[in-house]
């Protein structure tokens, strides 16, 4: 029986400080596109997720290399495509804002899980 090959890595980033809905309006425009495309196209997102994705599409390609250092494998990295994006909503940090005469409004700042796996093409 031959040896399967992993055919998908993941990577993903927890906790991260910001809002998951601001957040997957950029994970929406990666999802679907090659890791090296989608790399390039956040280069010029302008919005305060993009560096965080881009970092975490980094990731992955570097966990599929490694997978193919370590088992001896040859995987093109070049043709990888982005399978699965995902947002999730993180714990919600609940904070006091200090008011008038005293008096202290909350407010909540949020966190989100972001996560990205990467799969060769199907043929």
Same mark, same amino acid.
């Given at each position: 029986?031959a040896e @399967?090959?992993?055919?998908?890595?993941?990577?993903?980033?927890?906790?991260?400080?910001?809002?998951?809905?601001?957040?997957?309006?950029?994970?929406?425009?990666?999802?679907?596109?090659?890791?090296?495309?989608?790399?390039? /196209?956040?280069?010029?997102?302008?919005?305060?997720? @993009?560096?965080?994705?881009?970092?975490?599409?980094?990731?992955?390609? @570097?966990? @599929?290399?490694?997978?193919?250092?370590?088992?001896?494998?040859?995987?093109?990295?070049?043709?990888?495509?982005?399978?699965?994006?995902?947002?999730?909503?993180?714990?919600?940090?609940?904070?006091?804002?200090?008011?008038?005469r005293g008096?202290?409004?909350?407010?909540?700042?949020?966190?989100?899980? /972001?996560?990205?796996?990467?799969?060769?093409?199907?043929?």
């Amino acid at each position: 029986m031959a040896e @399967a090959t992993k055919r998908e890595f993941k990577a993903s980033a927890r906790n991260i400080r910001m809002s998951a809905r601001k957040a997957r309006l950029v994970m929406d425009a990666v999802r679907g596109r090659d890791a090296d495309e989608a790399v390039v /196209l956040l280069q010029f997102v302008n919005k305060r997720a @993009a560096p965080a994705i881009k970092k975490l599409i980094e990731s992955a390609v @570097a966990n @599929a290399e490694e997978y193919g250092n370590r088992n001896g494998i040859d995987i093109e990295t070049d043709n990888l495509v982005i399978a699965e994006a995902r947002v999730d909503e993180g714990p919600r940090m609940k904070r006091w804002r200090p008011r008038s005469r005293g008096m202290a409004n909350p407010f909540t700042r949020y966190t989100c899980h /972001l996560f990205v796996t990467l799969a060769e093409p199907e043929l």
